[in-house]
Structures are given as structure tokens and as C-alpha cells.
């Protein structure tokens, strides 16, 4: 007994131990910037890291559309009770959707004179083997394709506004694919098992985050906009209560992944930092194609650092959203 009293207790140590160097090598937006007369676009903007992102930006006077399938006129009001800012909208938009995204896309083109920050924020897990209507991976759909289509449309209203800066919200999760060859962005992952399958394919499409952000990065260099993937952290958000929900099991796995996040995690206002930072610190300017881990650059995923592999999946995506050759970055 006393034996496994110490054991608990060393555990609960190295715990504390744990948590006190994640809060204290935590990386803090410092920016000290006023975005009065800019104008910014949060996906996902409702709930989690996506809200904390558009709460602050509006407190710094910034326009900001908040990019939703949930229904957010009360985080825009909120937001506005917040701040005072109430230069704060909400428009639908359902990323899981070629159509809804091109239809959303021409109405911010129809409606905003400019552009400075568009976030790609929004994310899902859980889905497993289920398409959208467009025949496309439905996890993969909302993470990647979604917000690689949206970026590509918006690319003349960025293009227009100058140091303009787009963030891609990825995971370090990239690092742990099953991204092998072309064809695997919009196939299952291969595992028996229903919880590691959604995790691998959420893993995919964070990888594929990355990739999208140094290929923006490469091809809009001459514009002066800066393009960079920021990774939050581990942070506790309502995607892991609807990765579960969608799972339909409560499997060890997310049991183990649950109690680690909200020991040792993040909330989502410091998540949200990375992102911020990379969406308007001035340090940043200019720097562009990296992925940023508590506000500072970190290595890349092998598979993304492969030039050949990179441009074959980045073809492969414009295939997949159907890109017109107009619309192709050139």
C-alpha cells in the first residue's frame, strides 16, 4: 500500500512539475498594434479558440466576420458587450460544402472593400469514413479543403489590401500522418480501430494545413502577404466533446485524452495566442511558409519539407475542389 502511495504521489508530482513548465515556456501575443479600420475573418468563430480569437482582435477596434455553421449572433453579441466594438458580424458558412464555401466566398467579395486577416480556424474530428454531399472525406473536408478553396477564392480582396496576413490553425499532431502518398488526403486512415482512425485523419488534415500555408506562402510572396500554420497547443475546447459524441463510444482513448487536456492543457484565450501573434505581431512580417508553436517558429513535419511531395498534394487539392483554371494561383 505504501508503495503505491508513492507512486501516486511521484506521479502527482511530476503532474504539477509538468503543468507549472507549460504555464511558464507558454507563448504570450505581445502585439501592441490597433486594428482600427482593418478588417478580419475568423472561421469557426463561435465557440473555443475561434471566439477568443475574433474577442480579442475586436478588442483592438478590428472589423470582424465570424465564419460559423453554428449559429453565432450571440457570441457577435457578446463580443460586442465585451469590447464595445460592434463592428463585429456573423455569416453562415459551412466548409463541409463546395457550394456553401464558393456562395459565402463571393458575398464577402460583393460586400467587404478589404481584407487584412483571414484565419482558417475552424476544425472538427470524429467523422471517420463519413462524405460530404461532394463525395470528399468529411473531416478532410471541413479541415483542409474547405479553407484551402476559401483561401483561394478571397486571394484578389488579400491581394488588394495591403500586408495583408492569412493563418492556418494546425496541430502538432501533424507530425503523427498517414499521409504516404496523394491519394491518402481523401482516403480513410488505415486502422481497425474507430477512435485511432478519426485521430489519424484529424492528424491528416493538419499536416495538409501546413502544407497549405507554405504553399500560399511561396505563391503570394510577391504580394506581400504573409502566410504561416500556428499550432495552439493543447488546448480545452468543445472539439473533443463532439469528436467524442461523433465516435458514439467512450473508449479508453478518449477517456486518457480528456484527462490529459484538462490537467495539462491550455484554455482556449491561451491557445489563441499563437495565432494572434502570427496574425499581427509586427516580428512577423514578412516571415512566411512556417509553422509557429508558442508564438515562435518550429521545424516542420519531414513530409512537408519534401518540395515534390508538397506541390503533388497541393495539385491534387485543386483538383479535388475543382478549381478553375482562373482561380489557380499562377
Partial sequence: ?????????????????????????????????????????????????????????????????????????????????????????????????????????????????RLDILINNAGVAGFSEICSDDGILMDMHINHFGSFLLTHLLVDILKKTPKSRIVFVSSIGAFLHQVNTVEDINRPARFSHKTFKSLLQYNNSKLCNIISARGFAKRLSKHSITVNAAYPGIVCTPIFTSFRNRIGESTWVFKMIKIFTWSFGKSAEEGAQTTLHCAIDKSVEGISGNFFLDCKVFKLPPKVADDDFSEAVWTESEKIVKLSQEEKIQ
Avoid at 475586436?58 to 464595445?84: L, M, P, W
Avoid at 453562415?92 to 466566398?105: C, E, H, P, V, Y
Fill in 1 to 113: 500500500m505504501s508503495c503505491l502511495i508513492s507512486i501516486a504521489f511521484y506521479v502527482l508530482l511530476a503532474g504539477i512539475v509538468l503543468k507549472i513548465y507549460a504555464k511558464l515556456s507558454m507563448g504570450w501575443c505581445k502585439a501592441k498594434v490597433c486594428l482600427v479600420g482593418k478588417t478580419a475573418l475568423v472561421t469557426g468563430g463561435n465557440s473555443g479558440i475561434g471566439y477568443e480569437t475574433a474577442l480579442h482582435l475586436a478588442s483592438r477596434g478590428c472589423r470582424v466576420i465570424i465564419a460559423d455553421v453554428v449559429d453565432s449572433e450571440s457570441s457577435r453579441k457578446q463580443i460586442v458587450e465585451e469590447t464595445g466594438n460592434d463592428n463585429i458580424i456573423y455569416k453562415w458558412i459551412d466548409l463541409g460544402s463546395l457550394q456553401s464555401t464558393r456562395k459565402f466566398a463571393e458575398d464577402i467579395i460583393k460586400t467587404e472593400p
